[in-house]
């Protein structure tokens, strides 16, 4: 009897342990200086959280790898991606290269990928010097030296996911769970695509003859909406947009406002994944044409925050589209101007260009308010395919 009791009391003593290993694991980065904060419900972005940077975020942000990739344009970029090819195994690249069809361009989603399936190598399976190699491929397909836009953008929404894991979203959040294939193989003269999926991100690239022909669908979110602060440095990944929308809104009369408002409310956007195509019939809103010069460039400049996530030559020639499209562009919104409560949403519709914005309750974190957002193009959505 006395054997069974001191049995009994070491099983009790080593499930407490467990426990509290457990609850140490979903602390977060206790040698941080910064103060945690979650914001509010009513969208106050303000102060910071902290996260255990995880090892993938770590190796992409370090330097990029000399690689031996000295051509340009469309040609480097598929030097890039064959150079990450030959780091991987037979069973890897398996997974990674796959065909082009529409179909496969699709398997995108905002849901974590253990809610909803990627197709790929994700990069928690991938090594230090397979991180390296696909780090050099995406520095070369986004922006870099802009905080929070462009490849930055892409690390903090990464670090933000880490940040999810780490306070008990589980495993299925974190930067292993983002994923990278090639839909057809890496040419300069045939039809080919990158796409780089997971939760609360995905850009896809689309490549046909030596040329980029689409940049969309392309979708951005984050939680939290504050700052993310890993390894020494701190994100806000999708900040400046919000912020950006609220000045386009704020800017606009009474008038203006009113002749912006949409009638209905809404919680999510109207073309997210499994939307594909199915843009209004009828523009809505208030026409960019006509405002003031000003006003105008409010609106360019909350366009750029998306297009300018590209690299440099790819995203002048969108811009040069879509700002000869802007005159016959449409705003609009609901909720409030301020975009900073749950419910606001705003729309810019044009020609071309398609992009909404969405404020919506916490989904790890309750009762904060945190964004999602798509970037679509009316005949450009998946190179036109």
Same mark, same amino acid.
């Given at each position: 009897?006395?054997?069974?009791?001191?049995?009994?009391?070491?099983?009790?003593?080593?499930?407490?342990?467990?426990?509290?290993?457990?609850?140490?694991?979903?602390?977060?980065?206790?040698?941080?200086?910064?103060?945690?904060?979650?914001?509010?419900?009513?969208?106050?972005?303000?102060?910071?959280?902290?996260?255990? !940077?995880? %090892?993938?975020?770590? $190796?992409?942000?370090? /330097?990029?790898?000399?690689? #031996?990739?000295?051509? =340009?344009?469309? @040609?480097?970029?598929?030097?890039?991606?064959?150079?990450?090819?030959?780091?991987?195994?037979?069973?890897?690249?398996?997974?990674?290269?796959?065909?082009?069809?529409?179909?496969?361009?699709?398997?995108?989603?905002?849901?974590?990928?253990?809610?909803?399936?990627?197709?790929?190598?994700?990069?928690?399976?991938?090594?230090?010097?397979?991180?390296?190699?696909?780090?050099?491929?995406?520095?070369?397909?986004?922006?870099?030296?802009?905080?929070?836009?462009?490849?930055?953008?892409?690390?903090?929404?990464?670090?933000?996911?880490?940040?999810?894991?780490?306070?008990?979203?589980?495993?299925?959040?974190?930067?292993?769970?983002?994923?990278?294939?090639?839909?057809?193989?890496? !040419?300069? %003269?045939?039809?080919? $695509?990158?796409?780089? /999926?997971?939760?609360?991100? #995905?850009?896809?690239? =689309?490549?046909? @003859?030596?040329?980029?022909?689409?940049?969309?669908?392309?979708?951005?979110?984050?939680?939290?909406?504050?700052?993310?602060?890993?390894?020494?440095?701190?994100?806000?990944?999708?900040?400046?947009?919000?912020?950006?929308?609220?000045?386009?809104?704020?800017?606009?009369?009474?008038?203006?406002?009113?002749?912006?408002?949409?009638?209905?409310?809404?919680?999510?956007?109207?073309?997210?994944?499994?939307?594909?195509?199915?843009?209004?019939?009828?523009?809505?809103?208030?026409?960019?044409?006509?405002?003031?010069?000003?006003?105008?460039?409010?609106?360019?400049?909350?366009?750029?925050?998306?297009?300018?996530?590209?690299?440099?030559?790819?995203?002048?020639?969108?811009?040069?589209?879509?700002?000869?499209?802007? $005159?016959?562009?449409?705003?609009?919104?609901?909720? #409030?101007?301020?975009?900073?409560?749950?419910?606001?949403?705003?729309?810019?519709?044009?020609?071309?260009?398609?992009?909404?914005?969405?404020?919506?309750?916490?989904?790890?974190?309750?009762?904060?308010?945190?964004?999602?957002?798509?970037?679509?193009?009316?005949?450009?959505?998946?190179?036109?395919?």
């Amino acid at each position: 009897m006395k054997r069974k009791n001191i049995s009994i009391l070491l099983l009790f003593l080593l499930g407490f342990s467990n426990f509290f290993e457990g609850c140490k694991s979903s602390d977060v980065d206790a040698t941080s200086s910064t103060s945690t904060s979650t914001g509010t419900s009513t969208g106050t972005t303000t102060g910071s959280t902290t996260s255990n !940077s995880s %090892s993938i975020t770590t $190796a992409l942000s370090a /330097t990029a790898t000399t690689t #031996t990739c000295n051509s =340009t344009g469309v @040609a480097q970029i598929v030097c890039l991606a064959e150079a990450f090819k030959a780091t991987l195994s037979s069973t890897q690249l398996a997974a990674t290269q796959l065909t082009y069809s529409k179909t496969n361009a699709q398997k995108w989603s905002n849901l974590p990928a253990g809610m909803s399936a990627r197709i790929g190598i994700n990069l928690g399976s991938l090594s230090d010097t397979q991180l390296a190699a696909f780090r050099n491929l995406m520095v070369a397909v986004l922006a870099l030296g802009t905080t929070d836009e462009g490849y930055d953008e892409m690390i903090g929404n990464l670090v933000a996911d880490d940040y999810l894991n780490s306070i008990g979203g589980g495993s299925t959040y974190g930067a292993g769970n983002y994923y990278i294939s090639f839909l057809g193989t890496p !040419s300069t %003269s045939s039809l080919w $695509a990158i796409l780089f /999926t997971g939760h609360h991100y #995905t850009q896809p690239i =689309t490549f046909n @003859a030596g040329a980029v022909t689409g940049l969309t669908p392309a979708f951005r979110g984050t939680e939290p909406q504050a700052a993310v602060t890993a390894a020494s440095r701190t994100y806000q990944a999708f900040e400046q947009e919000r912020v950006a929308f609220a000045a386009m809104l704020t800017g606009l009369s009474t008038t203006e406002q009113t002749t912006a408002k949409l009638s209905g409310s809404y919680n999510d956007l109207v073309l997210g994944p499994g939307q594909d195509g199915k843009f209004p019939a009828t523009k809505s809103g208030l026409q960019v044409g006509t405002l003031s010069s000003d006003k105008q460039a409010l609106v360019l400049k909350a366009i750029k925050l998306y297009v300018n996530d590209l690299d440099a030559t790819t995203s002048a020639a969108v811009l040069t589209k879509y700002t000869s499209e802007l $005159a016959n562009t449409y705003i609009s919104y609901s909720g #409030t101007t301020a975009m900073s409560s749950q419910g606001d949403y705003v729309r810019i519709d044009g020609p071309s260009v398609w992009i909404e914005f969405s404020y919506q309750g916490g989904v790890i974190i309750k009762n904060t308010p945190h964004s999602h957002s798509v970037w679509r193009d009316h005949s450009g959505d998946y190179g036109g395919n």
